[in-house]
């Protein structure tokens, strides 16, 4: 069996519709794309193509993911990503029914992310030596991410337009383009400002550059973290996105509402803003089991 490319054209049509019709952002797309492809290559070792497939043969794939060592919740995004794709061809009239109205969304692990207490965050905060050009950059970029909670896509992604020096806002672009503004407070901005006087006059609009004054990349602001975390002996399962989860842990920790910091995470669903409502119940116990009491 040879793959056919017309079926592969189809696919390149549905990726258009999610980012001209829908407005998906170009990361969010090639995602779909990567689970489609996966799915798409899977078929054709088994001699068949996705107009062929059946609810059988879905089910099958999605047995076969879960062999391969994949959580429910990367199966259920694959899931969702040819769902979407069937539902395409439906309405394209390429299909009559979709073998995936039958297939139930597996059941997702209920998890808690890994967060960080005050203690950890200042200790993460203050390992920047600031006699160093590049630890004063860093500095600037943990500070960002723990007084805003954003992503690190969308730290990585900045632009000196999106800075308003004035109010100590930041404007940012998240998933699916969604805008948000967001502030930051004085220890943010001071360790900024001292990164931006010496930022050399790169054409790069992006805030924070690397070495070659090109912007910096995700992988290239894990690793500087990297440095931090040994160097302070943190727990090795921090990452750079574990500053959001302790930026909305400590809020809620601290009397903020849920609402509120709902809309600076940028989180369309509140259900998705309540996992640290548990985070902050489980520091809560933690910290009445130790210093009550009768605890």
Not at 5 to 10: A, G, S, V, Y
Not at 22 to 42: E, I, P, R
Not at 90 to 99: F, N, V
Not at 193 to 219: A, D, M, P
């Amino acid at each position: 069996m040879t793959k056919d490319i017309k079926k592969d054209h189809l696919i390149r049509s549905f990726l258009d519709s999610l980012f001209i019709e829908k407005g998906l952002s170009k990361n969010t797309v090639k995602s779909y794309q990567g689970d489609l492809d996966a799915f798409s290559n899977w078929l054709f070792e088994a001699d068949l193509d996705f107009i062929q497939a059946s609810s059988a043969v879905l089910n099958k794939y999605i047995s076969s993911l879960f062999e391969s060592g994949l959580k429910s919740s990367s199966v259920n995004r694959k899931l969702s990503a040819i769902k979407s794709f069937y539902l395409f061809l439906l309405k394209k009239k390429i299909i009559k029914k979709s073998p995936a109205d039958e297939i139930v969304m597996p059941k997702q692990e209920k998890y808690l992310p890994v967060s960080m207490s005050e203690d950890e965050v200042e200790r993460l905060l203050n390992s920047p030596n600031l006699e160093k050009s590049i630890e004063r950059r860093d500095k600037a970029m943990i500070e960002i991410l723990y007084a805003t909670g954003m992503r690190i896509s969308e730290l990585v992604n900045l632009k000196i337009t999106d800075l308003d020096f004035n109010r100590s806002v930041l404007k940012v672009f998240g998933k699916g383009s969604k805008e948000r503004l967001v502030p930051y407070g004085e220890k943010a901005a001071d360790a900024l400002n001292i990164y931006l006087k010496e930022r050399n006059n790169s054409k790069c609009k992006e805030i924070f550059l690397s070495n070659r004054g090109t912007k910096i990349t995700r992988g290239a602001f894990w690793k500087r973290i990297k440095i931090y975390i040994i160097r302070e002996n943190l727990k090795p399962t921090i990452s750079p996105h574990t500053l959001r989860h302790a930026f909305a842990t400590h809020l809620l920790n601290r009397g903020a509402d849920l609402r509120s910091v709902q809309i600076l995470l940028g989180h369309s669903d509140l259900s998705t803003t309540q996992i640290y409502t548990h985070i902050a119940k489980q520091r809560l116990g933690e910290i009445l089991k130790k210093h009550h009491p009768r605890g």
